[in-house]
């Protein structure tokens, strides 16, 4: 059973485009954080979320958490070819038995052409 | 700037040959994490080590062993690869082990086994 369901799980768009990526669960997270990870390389961190309903801005990246605290949207606005890479969304679930464990999605491999 | 290092960036290595994959961090954090990630999958926890105290996950392996001779430094080690093993191996630190856990990943080692 995946805890975190990530889609769609593949995306392939023209530059200039807008897009959204979801990341859902029946779990509750006491946080979470979406990562983008390129090819051969590792994840990067690009926020973290704690509050329900909260709202966080990055340049052209616009992520949300849901009221509920179980699932999450990361929307880009104009994609460019930049933003290409395997976008990661991991949270710590609140009755997981763990404090510090993040659980991953299977995350959403984007593709922006020129 | 402050940073998780990984080395070697790529390893070969023949069935059943020791091999140890190294990370160093200049961010002076108290966790360093070891994943595994194999290609289309999400990364999967081995263990972390907090401060010098090592925290083994239920299925992770007897296969592989870790290391922390220092804050800095952290070693994963494979005794005996299997072709199974092959995959990226990621390092990553947090400051603490908290619910808004930030965890910042290196580059990743790929492993090849012959």
């Known amino acids: 059973t995946q805890l975190l369901e990530q889609s769609p799980q593949f995306l392939s768009i023209q530059e200039g485009e807008n897009l959204t990526v979801y990341c859902n669960s029946s779990?509750?997270?006491?946080?979470l954080q979406w990562y983008r990870q390129e090819p051969g390389e590792g994840p990067v961190l690009l926020v973290t979320?704690?509050?329900?309903?909260e709202v966080k801005k990055l340049k052209r990246l616009t992520f949300q958490f849901g009221d509920a605290r179980k699932d999450s949207s990361l929307h880009i606005t104009a994609a460019q070819p930049g933003d290409t890479g395997l976008y990661l969304c991991?949270?710590?679930?609140?009755?997981?038995?763990?404090?510090?464990?993040?659980?991953f999605g299977k995350g959403t491999l984007l593709t922006v052409n020129p | 700037d402050a940073m998780v290092i990984q080395n070697p960036r790529y390893q070969v290595t023949q069935f059943g040959k020791p091999v140890t994959l190294s990370c160093s961090q200049t961010l002076n954090h108290n966790v360093m994490y070891w994943y595994q990630q194999k290609s289309s999958q999400a990364p999967k926890l081995l263990f972390h080590y907090y401060d010098k105290d090592f925290n083994n996950e239920a299925d992770t392996p007897d296969n592989f062993q870790s290391r922390r001779p220092n804050t800095s430094f952290c070693f994963l080690d494979i005794r005996s690869p299997g072709l199974g093993d092959a995959a990226m191996y990621l390092c990553a630190t947090s400051r603490h082990l908290v619910s808004y856990n930030e965890q910042f990943f290196g580059p990743g080692t790929r492993l090849t086994v012959l």
């Open positions: 779990s509750v997270f006491s946080s």
């Open positions: 991991a949270g710590v679930i609140v009755s997981g038995g763990s404090n510090y464990k993040l659980t």
């Open positions: 979320v704690v509050t329900g309903g």
